[in-house]
C-alpha cells in the first residue's frame, strides 16, 4: 500500500511564509504527477499546484508568483513553497499523487491526510 503523508502546515501572520513537504511511502516503482490542492470550509477542493515527474509546473491564477512547487524524485516527495500568504490562502492543503506501485502496473491515484495552513494576525 502507498501512503502520503504531509508536514509543515500551521499558523503564519499575513505576508509570512510556509513550506509544506509530501512524502510518499510504501510499494513505488514510479511517480508520475503530483500536486497540491486546497479546500476552505465551504469551497469545494481546489488545484494550487502541479508539477510533472519531469519538471513542468502549472498553478492557480491565485498562487502564481507567491508559491513555488517542487519535488524531489531520490525521496518520493513534492514541497511547495508559500510565500507573501494572504488570510484567503487559509485553508487544509492536500497532497496528490499517481503513483505506479509495481512494473507493468497501471497508475493510482492517492490523496494525503491534509495539513491545516492558517494565515491570521
Known amino acids: 500500500q502507498v501512503q502520503l503523508v504531509e508536514s509543515g502546515g500551521g499558523l503564519v501572520q499575513p505576508g509570512g511564509s510556509l513550506r509544506l513537504s509530501c512524502a510518499a511511502s510504501g510499494r513505488i516503482f514510479s511517480i508520475y504527477d503530483m500536486g497540491w490542492y486546497r479546500q476552505a470550509p465551504g469551497k469545494q477542493r481546489e488545484l494550487v499546484a502541479h508539477i510533472t515527474s519531469g519538471g513542468s509546473t502549472n498553478y492557480a491564477d491565485s498562487v502564481k508568483g507567491r508559491f513555488t512547487i517542487s519535488r524531489d524524485n531520490a525521496k518520493n516527495t513534492v514541497y511547495l513553497q508559500m510565500n507573501s500568504l494572504k488570510p484567503e490562502d487559509t485553508a487544509v492543503y492536500y497532497c496528490?499523487?499517481?503513483?505506479?506501485?509495481?512494473?507493468?502496473?497501471?497508475?493510482?491515484?492517492?490523496w494525503g491526510q491534509g495539513t491545516q495552513v492558517t494565515v491570521s494576525s
Open positions: 496528490n499523487a499517481d503513483i505506479i506501485g509495481r512494473a507493468g502496473m497501471g497508475n493510482d491515484n492517492y
